[in-house]
């Protein structure tokens, strides 16, 4: 059975930071892409980041370049999210991801499929 179980979450300033990490059981975890992806209230859950096995691809949505970094420790079973100079939109609950079938790190960013998810953690960013 694969799990996936995202901490980190808080209350942070705007511009300050916060790192996500999920740690994942029941699957290879080496050759799997990961993900993080997001929920804002009343919105859908939309891409934020994904990254291949080996953590040498990576792809972002434009509205978290060059503010956000996905990486991984395959030692651990640990996919990160670090995040800095947060805005207040980019408060919502934050969701660790892995595909249930073979899908690459590009695909899990620009086509929507089946994912294992974890419970989500929530990120509020006061103004």
């Known amino acids: 059975q694969v799990q996936l179980v995202e901490s980190g979450g808080g209350l942070v300033q705007a511009g300050g930071s916060l790192r996500l990490s999920c740690v994942v059981s029941?699957?290879?975890?080496?050759?799997?892409?990961m993900g993080w992806f997001r929920q804002a209230p009343g919105k859908d859950r939309e891409f934020v980041a994904t990254i291949n096995g080996s953590g040498w691809s990576t792809y972002y949505t434009d509205a978290v370049k060059g503010r956000f970094t996905i990486s991984r420790d395959n030692g651990k079973n640990t996919v990160y999210l670090q995040m800095e100079s947060l805005k207040p939109e980019d408060t919502a609950i934050y969701y660790c991801?892995?595909?249930?079938?073979?899908?690459?790190?590009?695909?899990?960013?620009?086509?929507?499929?089946?994912?294992?998810w974890g419970q989500g953690t929530q990120v509020t960013v006061s103004s």
């Open positions: 029941g699957r290879t975890f080496s050759t799997s892409p």
């Open positions: 991801a892995a595909p249930t079938t073979a899908r690459s790190a590009w695909e899990m960013a620009k086509f929507a499929g089946n994912n294992y």
